[in-house]
């Protein structure tokens, strides 16, 4: 009976495995066979279905399905499908009990799967199934319940089939699934549970069901009592604990599935369950499939706080670097960028003080993995780890120590180096289209500001660390010295002004040629800013680079298309920052402007703080605004100052992005405005507009008078009281050319309306003639004197001869240019200029007139002031006087006027000086040491005796003009005015008895060794030396000493003195004398040396090392030799200037 049994069993699976076979082979031809009568084919169909229902071989029945399923496909007729699922609905109810259902589940399941659109059919037509299913599912057979698990699973997969079971699911299936799936052995219910609910997990209300059961079911195993509802986050927990990876897998895509709908909502429950812990332990895992899933599922944990203020990223950060390295090593770049991914959320959403790394090892291990996926060929997967990188530059990442700064830098290079790279990848145009295009660098854009971002990160972390002394100096360090300063933040903080000045710029640079986006911008700028603090030492140079790169033009050019209203107002800051601070390290450099004081940067500080957020306007419109000449109000005033500035900056460093011509107009509306409303702005804003309007002038063939000529003189005084401070302060500028031309047409206007009356001319003249003067001192001493220098010489002196005396202002500032103009210059120049100032014979005669007036003016109630205007320019006229003359005798000019000095008067005002300026005897001394040292020979000057002079005596006449009586007066003057120690009398006075004794040795050394010797002279030396040990050491006491040893004054400074004088002065810190001292130093050795008066022979030697240590260090600086001071009028009070020694 049993093989009788075994045998129809045997042939009827070997008919079935040969009917599905021609159904394979030939499936139109049987098809057609079967579809020729119905009753046949549902005949066929019910024998097919009754061998599936009563045979207990699982091949039979697997085979009795995949053939009804091909028919039933193949047929397409709808009356066999309902005839069929009749069939199944008839089958179920008239079990006793589901152990033999499996086999008509599956059929129904897989008709399904087949055909979607069943599963609506079975719910709406046959919602009896319903019942038959719960009756399978506590049926206690796993294999009937994996049936049926498995049949739910496809009919959820429909959306209006699932919809129309909710209220199933809600008041039956939902806890017994959970019931089911928890008690679940095989693996065959588990993977079929788990397929049902990854279907249930896709409907935001079954989520809501699950885990609301899951939430009562939690709170009822927190009370004591017999457990209650099952709890999902449990359920899965236990298949990841499982060693099955294929349900380890499946868990984590249902917590995925689950975490999507809401992880705020959901992610607690799965966090309380210890759920992130197994996660990050199966992550050592070698599956692919099981990493990238469980990345997945940590990310979407990472969006809730609980995930880290429950500590579960410090317990897994390990794991996820680890597992980061062992996923690089694969080809799998999906599985990189998941990962990737994880680690930016965890680095970005770590609470700061919940430190993440708690070593500096694993720290390390972190920027390693970071680098080695920052320089990835794929350029998603870079992109990806820029941004973890960007998120791992923070604080709380990198402080435990000690910091690891080479490693950062080793980051930042491969961030910027893949950055580069991409950036200068070429886009063929040709083979892209335009929208192809647009992408390409849109993805351009979108990677290089996630690597400045990154960057940024960095700047903001060396900021931080400046303030934490254990960050500064890693103690932890090994001691070479090279690995001590490469690991120092110092080191890292000049590799990012560096690295951006190498990198940054030029990749945003070339961006900016393509695109130009608000945010990279802003990201861009907040860098550049940022590093102004990071290096301070560095700022200033660093500030004129951008300067001189165009970063001015640029940061407004944003502003302007972007910042205009309330638009981009974090760009608008950023930008307005940065030239905040990029302005005052420029204004506060010396190379190109003086430093301004403390003071006066506050004032600008202030000014560009609350003036620079308001710029919002393109160039053109800018210097309209700036033109402006309607009366300006307070904020657009600052505005206007502002933009003011930022020309000036810009054209210092050659970025002259405004046209000269219209910012010119705009100045001189911007001067008149000022004028209009009687405001004072500050005086580097002043030293800006004259700095520009000369500038512009260049572009120009004449000066506009409305600012200087014919403008009143209040306006024009501003102007060029501006111009003369600009020019003192800001020696480097070179607009002297511009000014001198300029001037001399001027000049030229004014001598042929006023030739007659110069006083009648405009007020600004003497500030004119003041400004022309300074422009001339600039001049160094090796420049040539040029046609236009010549020309302006003779307009000035011809505007001079055509003054009286009296006129102070303009004669004043005339003689200060003609004295420069004689002196700042080389020797065949001053020959020339000596030449056209002699011919000038109307200033001569002015000058003759002004030194009679010196006589006249002795009993001025203001002769003793040495401010008054009047009495400078006397000394300016003998001390122009004294040059012509040198000039005239060592050169042999031709004399067109001679000039006549009364010689007793200038005798008797120095042999019985009065109560008198020092400036003024200082100037006479110079006057009468010149007429000495060319025995009063000179061609231009004629020394006359009063009508009143005696006759002198016969023994007189060898010192012609002098007299005996006059000399003797002349040296007790000269000794009067020493003892007034006087600097610039005690120069002057030595000068002119070094020439006066010359002079008289000359003629009778008698007489010469006599004045010499005379005690008074001991008590003079002296008088002079009680200042302290060393006084001697001072210019004027050397030369004094110097004379007396040259003519034998024993009695004066005795050999012994000569010794004790030496000894000291080779003892004494030469390099702390001026140059003066030193040169007069080295001719009182060389003097002491030819008068054989070194008799010891340690003096000797002392005199010898003196005199070469002198021999380098006596011309150690450049200044020249000075002899006295030269006068100049500035503003009403007088100042002083060095005058080289003739």
């Not at 021609?22 to 279905?49: M, P």
């Not at 692919?288 to 940590?298: A, D």
């Not at 300067?547 to 910042?563: D, G, N, P, Q």
């Not at 008799?1095 to 200044?1119: K, N, P, V, Y």
Request: proline share 4%.
């Amino acid at each position: 009976m049993f093989f009788s049994i075994c045998s129809k069993l045997v042939r009827k699976k070997y008919v079935l495995s040969c009917f599905r076979d021609a159904l394979v082979r030939h499936t139109s031809l049987i098809t057609q066979l079967v579809a020729q009568d119905q009753r046949v084919c549902i005949h066929f169909i019910n024998i097919l279905f009754g061998l599936l229902c009563n045979v207990e071989d699982g091949n039979v029945t697997d085979l009795c399905i995949e053939v009804l399923i091909q028919l039933v496909t193949q047929l397409k007729q709808e009356q066999t499908v309902h005839c069929l699922l009749d069939a199944c609905h008839r089958e179920l109810c008239s079990m006793p009990s589901m152990r033999g259902s499996p086999a008509t589940l599956t059929l129904l399941g897989k008709l399904v799967d087949t055909i979607p659109a069943l599963a609506d059919k079975l719910v709406m037509e046959h919602g009896g199934l319903m019942e038959h299913l719960l009756r399978g599912l506590v049926y206690p057979n796993e294999g009937v319940q994996a049936s049926v698990c498995y049949l739910y699973g496809k009919l959820y997969s429909s959306h209006i089939a699932a919809e129309m079971l909710s209220g199933h699911f809600r008041e039956k299936l939902c806890p017994l699934f959970l019931s089911t799936m928890e008690g679940a052995q095989t693996k065959e219910l588990q993977i079929n549970c788990l397929g049902l609910l990854r279907q249930l997990l896709k409907y935001d209300l079954f989520v809501s069901m699950i885990m609301n059961k899951s939430a009562l079911a939690e709170t009822a195993q927190s009370v004591e009592g017999p457990p209650g509802e099952t709890s999902l986050p449990l359920v899965l927990k236990k298949f990841l604990l499982s060693r099955d990876e294929t349900l380890q897998v499946a868990s984590a895509h249902c917590i995925t599935a689950v975490l999507v709908h809401s992880p705020v909502k959901h992610a607690p429950a799965f966090i309380h369950a210890d759920i992130p812990e197994f996660l990050f332990e199966h992550l050592s895992s070698s599956s692919e499939v099981l990493i990238w899933s469980i990345y997945n599922c940590l990310i979407l944990l990472a969006e809730e706080p609980l995930f880290f203020s429950k500590c579960h990223t410090v317990y897994g950060i390990e794991a996820v670097v680890r597992s980061l390295q062992g996923s690089l090593k694969l080809t799998n770049t999906e599985l990189h960028k998941q990962g990737l991914l994880l680690l930016a959320e965890i680095l970005t959403r770590q609470p700061e003080e919940i430190r993440l790394f708690t070593s500096s090892a694993m720290c390390g291990d972190a920027s390693r993995a970071l680098q080695e996926a920052v320089s990835s060929p794929v350029l998603e997967v870079a992109a990806e780890a820029v941004k973890a990188a960007s998120a791992f530059l923070r604080k709380d990442h990198q402080s435990a120590p000690p910091v690891q700064y080479q490693a950062l830098r080793a980051l930042l290079e491969a961030m910027l180096s893949r950055c580069s790279e991409f950036s200068q990848t070429p886009l063929n145009r040709r083979s892209l289209g335009s929208r192809d295009s647009e992408k390409a660098i849109l993805r351009r854009g979108k990677f290089l500001l996630s690597t400045l971002e990154g960057f940024r990160n960095a700047c903001r972390l060396a900021v931080e660390f400046q303030g934490e002394p254990i960050a500064q100096e890693n103690p932890f360090t090994a001691p070479s010295a090279s690995a001590e300063k490469e690991d120092t933040l110092e080191d890292f903080s000049e590799f990012l002004l560096s690295a951006c000045d190498s990198l940054c710029i030029p990749m945003v640079m070339r961006h900016l040629e393509q695109a130009t986006h608000p945010a990279l911008m802003e990201v861009f700028l907040s860098i550049l800013h940022s590093l102004f603090i990071i290096v301070p030492h560095m700022k200033k140079k660093f500030s004129k680079k951008l300067a001189a790169s165009s970063f001015i033009r640029l940061t407004l050019e944003l502003k302007a298309r972007f910042c205009s209203g309330s638009s981009h107002s974090a760009l608008n800051q950023v930008c307005s920052s940065f030239l905040y601070c990029m302005c005052l390290n420029l204004l506060s450099a010396p190379e190109k402007t003086r430093s301004l004081s403390q003071e006066e940067l506050s004032a600008v500080s202030e000014l560009l703080q609350h003036g620079l957020p308001q710029i919002s306007s393109r160039s053109p419109e800018s210097v309209a605004f700036l033109s402006d000449r309607q009366y300006v109000e307070g904020t657009a005033r600052q505005r206007q100052y502002c933009i003011l500035l930022l020309f000036y900056l810009a054209y210092i460093h050659e970025d002259r992005f405004v046209s000269e011509a219209e910012l010119f107009v705009a100045l001189q509306g911007f001067l008149l405005s000022l004028q209009d409303q009687g405001e004072h702005p500050p005086p580097v804003v002043f030293r800006a507009s004259i700095y520009l309007i000369a500038i512009c002038q260049d572009k120009d063939s004449a000066l506009d008078e409305d600012l200087v000529y014919s403008s009143p003189v209040d306006t024009a005084r501003k102007v060029l009281m501006s111009l003369r401070t600009f020019l003192r302060r800001n020696e480097d500028v070179q607009v002297d050319g511009l000014i001198r031309g300029h001037f001399l047409l001027i000049l030229q206007h004014l001598l042929v309306e006023h030739g007659a009356s110069p006083s009648g001319a405009s007020g600004n003249l003497p500030l004119l003639l003041s400004l022309l003067s300074l422009v001339q001192l600039r001049n160094k001493s090796e420049q040539e004197l040029d046609s236009m220098a010549m020309k302006l010489l003779h307009q000035v002196s011809k505007l001079c001869g055509k003054c009286s005396p009296n006129d102070v202002d303009i004669l004043q500032p005339s003689f200060n240019f003609l004295y420069w103009s004689l002196h700042q210059t080389t020797l065949s120049s001053q020959k020339r200029a000596a030449a056209v100032l002699l011919s000038t014979t109307a200033l001569i005669e002015l000058l003759e007139k002004m030194l009679a007036l010196t006589w006249t003016e002795m009993g001025s109630p203001t002769w003793a002031e040495a401010s008054s205007p009047r009495t400078a320019l006397l000394c300016s006229a003998w001390l122009l006087t004294a040059s012509f003359s040198a000039q005239q005798h060592s050169g042999s000019l031709q004399v067109h006027q001679t000039l006549s000095v009364e010689l007793d008067q200038l005798l008797k005002a120095l042999s019985f000086p009065k109560k008198k300026p020092a400036l003024l005897s200082a100037a006479i001394l110079r006057f009468l040491r010149t007429a000495l040292q060319q025995n009063f020979s000179s061609a231009l000057v004629a020394l006359v005796p009063s009508g009143s002079q005696p006759l002198p005596a016969p023994e007189d006449n060898i010192l012609a003009p002098l007299g005996t009586s006059q000399v003797l007066a002349l040296v007790i003057g000269l000794q009067n005015l020493l003892v007034q120690k006087d600097p610039l009398l005690s120069q002057g006075c030595v000068g002119c008895l070094e020439a006066l004794l010359d002079y008289v040795y000359a003629r009778s050394p008698d007489l010469a060794l006599h004045v010499a010797s005379q005690p008074w002279n001991r008590f003079l030396l002296f008088t002079l030396l009680d200042a302290g040990e060393n006084s001697f050491l001072r210019s004027e006491i050397l030369r004094l000493m110097t004379l007396f040893v040259r003519y034998n004054s024993s009695s004066v400074l005795s050999h012994e003195e000569v010794g004790h004088v030496l000894q000291v002065a080779a003892l004494a810190d030469l390099s702390t004398l001026s140059n003066t001292t030193r040169r007069a130093l080295r001719d009182f050795f060389l003097q002491v040396q030819s008068m054989g008066l070194l008799i010891d022979h340690g003096t000797t030697q002392t005199l010898q090392a003196s005199l070469e240590s002198l021999s380098l260090s006596a011309f150690s600086d450049h200044q020249p030799p000075q002899d006295m001071l030269y006068p100049f009028l500035r503003l009403g009070a007088l100042a002083w200037a060095r005058l080289p020694k003739l």
